[in-house]
């Protein structure tokens, strides 16, 4: 038995001990976890080889840290990673998503930590540059992408990196060349190189060819500038090209045909130029084809239809041409998405896209796309995004009467395609119930004839309605402004008439806090074509792009501005112009206090400008001009900033940014200085002068007029006098206007 209990004993020993880790690995654990201010790691075992995020390996020894997203952050004046640095048998270190800063480059980091295969920090705080001494021959993957890195990537950095296969710097702040070099000075074994989000000038230098395993290479969102290297072509494993948003120039070379296994191709927002090869469809791997923004022309290859495995393709704003109806898109079965916008495609709507069963988006706008909708494009059940705009499409009654079955359209942009047609009114309202997942409806620019549908009032998840530029009569239907998340409405420039619906002043998305808008990303971004006509400049690519607006500018509305406008608490513009308002502008408009644009100007009201609107801090376009307001411009915050033109036709108004200054009221002026000057406890002092003042006046009124009043002669002599003050003043005018003309005939 107590042999037993000894032997027992002696197994507790060494189990206990066996995964126990060094004292100095214990050390330099603990020494990190110092250095961190929160939140604290429950690291109190004398075992470190039990702590969180740590493994040891067989001989006690740590090879693994492992805190991604623990919400890390340290003291200001302590780097953390300096006290890693004696775990020299690390093999994988990974502290990405967390708060952590300061300089790697500067810590022996990567110099100690020779067994070193994957490091990881990614999304955290660190800074400066990478260090010029070599990466250990061990590293395989290293990530220090989203953090503030800066300067150049130095060639020495790769020299004894034989085995890497990825490096991740994106969105940091590198400058400089493109580190082609690292292909010739590291290893062969590379796939992934990720440069994106930098600021990388210069031409893509020449040694890509030698990443002979290369499979992903990006560089989007940087300078880069020149043509592609001609050895890139070489690298007949790449998979994935992404190079947006820089300015690469030249023709697609006939040689990209080598990469057979090219799934991604993303060099939208360059300056790409020439046709397409015409044996483009070699590429049937292609899955991603992104070359919108750029100045490509020609007619599109048909061997395109041949890339079956395309699941978007993108190529708006060039100047692709021919006519879309020829191509054969059945071909193309798994598309998901299609984006042809502002080229000069023309023809029919294409038939051959109905056979897309996976279609969610399709924009064509701005070609020359013409005749109908047809019911077939009902066969589309998950089609959420379709934008048709500036073409030129007929029979706008069938398209609504087509699309609004689409049950998952959430997008639909119809905007300058119909011309002069009559939007029908309503479709039997009892039981309307088309476009019931609709977020977005644009039918501006049609110039489309007839009152404002009323079947818009049952669309109740709609968010942003345009119908801009039309030739719409009649009142606002009230029905309207009951739609629970509609925030953006553009009625201006129609033939809209009545006066301003109180209403339109209870829209549930413009008056509470607690809205739920649609955050989700549309299928397909949203380009701005306010800046001259020019596609050029992407927003989100979701509604918040648009802001919380009323839009009724240009039309026949008259009455005025309903007090209830104060109700509108989240609006942030508000353009009423060129109407028919009367009376003053409510005070009310002061409690928008997120409004940017008011704009008033072309109406009919009167009286002050109230001060109140002084406190809209956020007011950055402000016009009232061409009203019939008078006094003074309010004074304070931005007020004065706003140029002339935005207070003029005012002619009774003054004060800047008006050159008219405003007119002293009776006794201000020449003792004002005395006044201000006088101790300002006079204001609770008794007013005697007006104590004075006051009986003299009654005496001295009563003594006057009681004389005329009950003394008849003195009556009559009084008005005697009035009369003859008044025909010598007529005749003096007569006179003096008399010498007046004859002097200028005279000249």
Not at 377 to 392: A, E, P, Q, Y
Request: contains cysteine; aromatic residues 10%; glycine residues 6%.
């Amino acid at each position: 038995m107590a042999q037993c209990l000894s032997f027992l004993l002696i197994l507790i020993f060494f189990s206990t001990h066996i995964h126990a880790c060094s004292q100095t690995e214990r050390t330099s654990l603990l020494a990190f976890a110092l250095t961190l201010s929160s939140p604290s790691l429950n690291w109190t075992s004398s075992n470190c080889c039990h702590w969180e995020g740590i493994t040891c390996n067989q001989d006690d020894l740590v090879t693994q840290l492992s805190l991604p997203s623990k919400g890390l952050r340290h003291n200001e004046s302590i780097s953390p990673l300096s006290s890693l640095e004696n775990l020299t048998h690390l093999t994988y270190l990974n502290l990405s998503r967390n708060s952590l800063y300061g300089s790697p480059g500067q810590t022996r980091l990567f110099l100690s930590l020779n067994h070193l295969e994957i490091l990881d920090l990614s999304y955290n705080l660190l800074s400066g540059e990478l260090p010029i001494f070599p990466l250990s021959g061990s590293i395989r993957m290293l990530d220090l992408s989203s953090n503030s890195f800066n300067g150049e990537v130095p060639s020495s950095f790769f020299q004894k990196a034989w085995n890497l296969t990825s490096f991740n710097i994106s969105n940091n702040t590198f400058k400089g060349y493109i580190p082609s070099s690292l292909c010739f000075t590291s290893s062969s074994l590379i796939r992934v190189l990720d440069f994106s989000f930098n600021k990388f000038n210069g031409s893509i230098s020449p040694g890509l060819g030698h990443c002979s395993k290369l499979k992903v290479f990006r560089a989007g969102n940087n300078n880069l500038s020149g043509i592609l290297p001609e050895d890139m072509y070489n690298v007949t494993t790449l998979e994935q090209i992404s190079l947006p948003l820089n300015s690469l120039y030249g023709v697609l070379s006939g040689r990209i045909l080598n990469l057979t296994n090219l799934a991604i191709l993303d060099l939208q927002f360059n300056q790409f130029s020439g046709v397409l090869p015409l044996h483009f469809g070699k590429l049937s791997k292609l899955k991603l084809l992104l070359l919108q923004m750029n100045n490509l022309r020609g007619s599109l290859p048909p061997s395109l239809m041949n890339c079956t495995s395309l699941i978007e393709l993108n190529l708006g704003a060039n100047h692709f041409e021919g006519d879309l109806s020829m191509y054969n898109f059945s071909k193309l079965s798994r598309l998901r998405k299609l984006d042809l916008l502002k080229n000069q495609f023309t023809g029919t709507f294409p038939t051959s896209l109905y056979s897309c069963k996976f279609l969610k988006a399709i924009r064509l706008a701005a070609n020359d796309i013409v005749g109908q909708i047809q019911p077939e494009i009902l066969s589309l059940k998950s089609l959420s995004f379709l934008s048709l705009s500036l073409n030129r499409l007929t029979n706008i009654t069938g398209a609504i009467k087509i699309l609004m079955h689409c049950k998952s359209l959430i997008f639909l942009s119809l905007g300058s395609s119909f011309e002069e047609e009559e939007v029908p009114a309503d479709f039997g309202m009892a039981d309307f119930d088309g476009f019931q997942n609709l977020l977005f409806l644009d039918l501006s620019h049609n110039e489309v004839t007839g009152q404002i549908p009323i079947w818009l009032s049952k669309l109740k998840k709609l968010e942003v309605l345009n119908l801009k530029s039309n030739k719409f009569t009649g009142p606002i239907p009230s029905l309207l402004w009951t739609l629970p998340r509609l925030f953006y409405v553009n009625l201006a420039f129609n033939l809209i008439s009545g006066e301003f619906p109180k209403e339109l002043c209870s829209l549930p998305m413009l008056v509470s806090q607690n809205n739920n808008l649609s955050t989700d990303d549309l299928e397909l971004p949203i380009y701005s074509t306010d800046n001259g006509g020019k596609t050029g400049l992407q927003y989100n690519s979701n509604l918040l792009y648009y802001p919380p607006s009323i839009f009724l500018a240009s039309n026949s509305i008259t009455g005025n501005i309903p007090i209830e406008i104060g109700q509108l608490q989240l609006l942030r513009v508000l353009s009423l112009e060129n109407n028919f308002f009367t009376g003053k502008i409510p005070n009310q408009i002061s409690n928008l206090k997120q409004l940017a644009n008011l704009d008033l100007s072309m109406n009919h009201f009167s009286g002050n400008i109230p001060a109140s609107l002084t406190s809209l801090n956020f007011l950055a376009v402000f016009n009232v001009s061409f009203n019939n307001l008078e006094g003074q411009i309010p004074t304070g915050t931005q007020f004065q900033s706003f140029s002339a033109s935005a207070f003029e036709g005012n002619p009774n108004l003054c004060g800047p940014p008006l050159p008219n200054e405003c007119q002293p009221l009776p006794n201000d002026g020449i003792d004002g200085d005395d006044n201000n000057s006088r101790d300002v406890n006079s204001e609770h002092q008794v007013p005697w002068i007006l104590v004075s003042a006051v009986p003299g006046f009654v005496v001295g009124f009563w003594a006057v007029c009681g004389s005329l009043i009950f003394i008849k002669t003195w009556r009559y002599a009084y008005f005697r006098f009035l009369d003859n003050a008044y025909d010598s003043l007529y005749v003096m005018i007569a006179v003096g206007i008399k010498r007046m003309k004859r002097r200028v005939n005279g000249s």
